[in-house]
């Protein structure tokens, strides 16, 4: 019961993977709308196919990660994962050969 009191609390990071097909008109307006109702959801493209998204709490995750259910095109993968601020702080980013910073966690304001 503790720990799931102090999940709810623990700044997460959702990463949106996907492999969605493109071959028809339908198929890739499908795609397409996908990725903008990430957007409009707070999520920003790390990669093509891969969409990130800072969540204040393991509560606020779950919300977002209901609010993709429901996004899900008829075709094709997709798959969440849920890692905590600090896992999130270990990531290496290469651009080439440079090593890149990542981008600072956003300051979020919640009202109650």
Do not use: C
């Amino acid at each position: 019961m503790e720990l799931e009191r102090l999940n709810a609390y623990r700044v997460m990071w959702l990463f949106v993977f996907f492999d969605l097909p493109t071959e028809t008109q339908k198929e890739r307006k499908a795609a397409h709308r996908f990725r903008k109702d990430l957007l409009k959801d707070g999520f920003r493209m790390m990669q093509f196919s891969v969409y990130i998204r800072h969540s204040a709490s393991g509560e606020n995750a779950d919300v977002h990660t209901k609010r993709v259910q429901k996004l899900l095109p008829e075709k094709g993968q997709v798959s969440i994962v849920r890692i905590t601020d600090k896992q999130y702080s270990d990531i290496i980013n290469f651009w080439g050969k440079k090593i890149a910073e990542l981008s600072a966690s956003p300051q979020q304001l919640e009202l109650f």
